[in-house]
């Protein structure tokens, strides 16, 4: 039950407005640290309020970068983080989507077999099968190249396991009313499973966008050459530096560059995501 | 417009279940036949056979000159309406019934005049841009009738279409349907397991119990000469009461408590000592109060539903449940000793063996 009482109201948004005040405010911070210049921040004297420099960083950051340790524009590295992510989750949604539709609308022999083998691959993440996968990506020719940073990760079975769950609660009549329409297996597919999925490969993208996006051992394997850098390394790269100063007016911008397509992709498919799941009914 | 004629019809499962157990009947041109009976009868395989949706063990299935045993669903011109309607959830109403046309190629105009055209006849003309979220009960149900019509099929095939209904648009959509076959006149098969509705529908009524067929023919004709125990007691409701007696030397019924039942000896081979149970119509049943005529069979009262237009008398005859359906004009019954009357020739007479029906003339097919 919630009651309306003055006080019953007051300490739950104190605790809330501090629980928001302790996760923001190191975002506070990166913001406020970007628009300044690399000296103020060094000496140690941290300012609270945002500084006159901030263009100027940004566009500097994102056309040249740091010169020193990362020797590329963030820029450069951002369009190959998106290329990464999407490749991942638009690899990922294609592929599990087609295997799960094998599975649970169709039947052949070793269909479980196939179900469990791709289950199986739920306990083997890239971590556990680095080397052969590296091995594999160099035999293949795939070091420093999008191929490389994407293929490998998407075959995957969670996305599977979701759509199978998905399609298992699609109705039976609805395949049947379909084929008495004279659909056949692909224009099932396109016409009726795919509009009904919609909602589920909107939360997919979400989670698989971020999920790339953030991908750190394996890109760090597989790219060597400067402009083949995510962004994720990039900040890593650009606060580690030897004998210099740390350049943290550029680290920070570039932290703050490196979180806003995941906060976008969260904010645009929300929408869709609520939307569907308003609308969706089976 | 084609007849449909099933011929020995048998579905096995993989695991050796048999559901259908060899079953024929021919559905005239035009005609409307219910396949009725219990759960896991049988009834749904056998439309699910018709329609493509399973495969035929052994039999022939033939639609029109065709036999269809091989062919997939959408080369047998037929359309299915489903229990749970299965209308796609993400198409407007005009393009959930235009669906099966874009996918044989129609021409967009005749699709148009088609789908327009059924919109008319099920008054779903303000409602074609409507998901099928936006529908109640009653209209989704329509637009699967629409999706069925707009094709112009052979056939159609309903498979307990009203049963997601509540009780008061059962009984409109039975009567629609009803108006509707007539009017298109397109060969029907319908499946329920509500015996009012096979009742209303039929032109031609199979029972189907344990995966054979119990009896063919008419409603009415099902209903005054039921084949056996199974079919007497499912047709009708109140349903039929049945009690055990023998036939004795006078060719009436002696009842296991002494009582005697008369029947019209006319009515079928009942020889001496024959075990048989007898089936009462509860409308056909009188009440008498008190047990002025010992022999006559006595009625212990347990229970009085009273209806409006009449009432039904819930009680005991020896130990066998047995009720009793009165006229509103009837005279209630007052006290607890009451005996009951019936007509000799409305007496229904069945082996107790076997359950088949001595006085019915109709066949068992």
Not at chain 2, 107 to 119: G, L, M, N, S, T
Request: charged residues 20%; hydrophobic residues 45%; glycine residues 8%.
């Amino acid at each position: 039950m919630v009651e309306h009482r003055r006080f019953g109201n007051f300490l739950p948004h104190l605790v809330l407005l501090i629980g928001v005040a302790i996760v923001a405010f190191p975002v506070y911070m990166a913001v406020i640290a970007s628009t300044h210049d690399n000296a103020v921040i060094a000496n140690g004297q941290m300012p609270l309020t945002p500084g006159t420099l901030g263009f100027e960083n940004y566009w500097h950051t994102l056309t040249a970068g740091t010169g020193r340790t990362t020797r590329a524009p963030v820029g450069g590295m951002m369009l190959n983080s998106f290329v990464m992510a999407v490749g991942i989750a638009l690899g990922k949604i294609a592929i599990s989507i087609i295997s799960a539709y094998a599975i649970v609308f169709f039947s052949f022999p070793f269909r479980m077999t196939a179900f469990w083998i791709i289950f199986v691959t739920l306990m083997l993440p890239v971590e556990v099968r680095i080397y052969p996968t590296y091995k594999i990506a160099s035999d293949l020719h795939l070091l420093d190249s999008y191929a490389g940073l994407t293929l490998p990760l998407i075959a995957s079975a969670t996305a599977t396991l979701l759509f199978r769950q998905f399609f298992m609660t699609v109705p039976k009549e609805l395949v049947e009313a379909s084929k008495i329409d004279g659909a056949g297996p692909l224009r099932f597919f396109k016409d009726t499973l795919l509009p009904l999925s919609l909602t589920n490969i909107a939360a997919l993208f979400v989670i698989l966008f971020i999920y790339g996006w953030n991908q750190y051992l394996w890109p760090l394997l597989i790219t060597t050459r400067d402009d083949m850098q995510t962004i994720v390394i990039g900040i890593k790269k650009i606060i580690d530096v030897h004998d210099a100063l740390t350049e943290w007016n550029v680290a920070m911008a570039t932290a703050v560059l490196a979180m806003l397509p995941p906060v976008l992709v969260v904010i645009t498919m929300q929408r869709l995501f609520v939307k569907g799941l308003i609308e969706t009914e089976k | 417009m084609a007849s449909v004629v099933l011929n020995e019809v048998r579905k096995t499962y993989a695991g050796g279940f048999e559901a259908v157990k060899g079953v024929s009947f021919t559905v005239s041109d035009g005609g409307l036949c219910v396949l009725v009976g219990p759960s896991g009868c049988g009834k749904s395989t056998l439309l699910r056979m018709v329609a493509g949706l399973e495969t035929v063990s052994s039999g022939d299935i033939r639609i029109g000159e065709r036999r269809v045993n091989d062919l997939e669903p959408m080369a047998r011109d037929i359309a299915m309406v489903f229990q749970n309607y299965a209308l796609y959830p993400h198409m407007s109403v005009f393009d959930n019934m235009a669906y099966g046309l874009r996918n044989r190629g129609t021409p967009k105009p005749e699709i148009e005049k088609r789908v327009k055209e059924a919109a008319r006849i099920l008054e779903l003309d303000a409602l074609l841009e409507r998901k099928p979220r936006q529908l109640s009960g009653g209209q989704r149900q329509r637009v699967a009738m629409g999706r069925a019509i707009v094709r112009k099929p052979a056939a159609f095939l309903f498979d307990e279409p009203l049963s997601n209904l509540d009780a008061k648009l059962r009984v409109q959509m039975r009567i629609e349907i009803r108006k509707l076959q007539r009017e298109l006149k397109t060969t029907s098969i319908y499946v329920t397991h509500d015996q009012l509705e096979a009742m209303t529908l039929a032109d031609r009524l199979v029972v189907m119990n344990g995966g054979h067929m119990e009896q063919v023919g008419t409603a009415l004709d099902v209903f005054q000469n039921p084949a056996s125990v199974f079919v007497a007691g499912f047709i009708g409701s109140p349903p039929m009461n049945f009690l055990a007696g023998e036939v004795d030397t006078q060719g009436r019924l002696r009842l296991p408590d002494g009582a005697f039942l008369a029947f019209d000896p006319k009515r079928g081979e009942a020889q001496v000592g024959r075990k048989v149970l007898a089936g009462l119509r509860p409308e056909n049943v009188a009440l008498r109060n008190g047990v002025e005529d010992g022999a006559a069979p006595r009625f212990r009262l347990e229970l009085v539903e009273e209806l409006g237009m009449g009432r039904l008398v819930h009680g005991k005859v020896g130990e066998r449940p047995f009720t009793v359906a009165q006229g509103a004009s009837d005279p209630p019954p007052s006290g607890y000793s009451l005996s009951i009357g019936i007509e000799p020739a409305l007496v229904h007479l069945f082996d107790a063996a076997s359950g088949l029906s001595l006085t019915s003339a109709a066949p068992r097919r």
